[in-house]
T-cell receptor
């Protein structure tokens, strides 16, 4: 399996809901990333996990809570989101723990709409 | 400050015409430069990276350290090249963080 998969593809939630996004890779990669992307804008980094430990948090609001249960799986827990959080959420992985010469492999994203 | 600049938001060319997507960067050190492409309704994928010096789908990019540029070129554009193109930079001690430019939308008309 040489792809990053993300579920669900689409998610609609209210501002009081709690939901989770899931990302999986079976390429043996040791770094995993969450990005937020608005239409026709570049991805904005949210979190980086390196060897299952949170290594970067780009000052993301606490209503977004990442979790890395194992080296293949990355979750993003959502709670009390705002309508402006509506976006495409991308997961990515890379072979090593965040070196500079490492390609990131992106998932297809979860399209999130917050009502 | 680390920054990637793509000056053109939209680039429109006719099929068969040459295309050049500009990318300039600001980084104190020796970064790794990438071009990522996002076709409509498809995932973001790597197109080129400067250290590999390959040609992918007819695209090439040369790193010019003097001008701090990494422009993407193709001699004859095809309709299937229409997509969003992002130039990105990664530096040492950055934890794998990619710094993206704002992107250029390439539209190739028949």
């Amino acid at each position: 399996d040489t792809e990053v998969t993300q579920t669900p593809k689409h998610l609609v939630m209210g501002m009081t809901n709690k939901k989770s996004l899931k990302c999986e890779q079976h390429m043996g990669h040791r770094a995993m990333y969450w990005y937020k992307q608005k239409a026709k804008k570049p991805p904005e980094l949210m979190f980086v996990y390196s060897y299952e430990k949170l290594s970067i948090n780009e000052s993301v609001p606490s209503r977004f809570s990442p979790e890395c249960p194992n080296s293949s799986l990355l979750n993003l827990h959502l709670h009390a989101l705002q309508p402006e959080d509506s976006a495409l959420y991308l997961c990515a992985s890379s072979p090593t723990g965040g070196g500079p010469r490492v390609e990131q492999f992106f998932g297809p994203g979860t399209r999130l709409t917050v009502l | 400050a680390q920054r990637v600049t793509q000056p053109e938001k939209l680039l429109s060319v006719f099929k068969g015409a040459p295309v050049e997507l500009k990318c300039n960067y600001s980084y104190s050190g020796s970064p790794e430069l990438f071009w990522y492409v996002q076709y409509s309704r498809q995932r973001l994928q790597l197109l080129l990276r400067h250290i590999s010096r390959e040609s992918i789908k007819g695209f090439t990019a040369d790193l010019n350290k003097g001008e701090t540029s990494f422009h993407l070129k193709k001699p004859f554009a095809q309709e299937e090249d229409s997509a969003m193109y992002y130039c990105a930079l990664s530096g040492f001690n950055q934890g794998g963080k990619l710094i993206f430019g704002q992107g250029t939308e390439l539209s190739v008309k028949p």
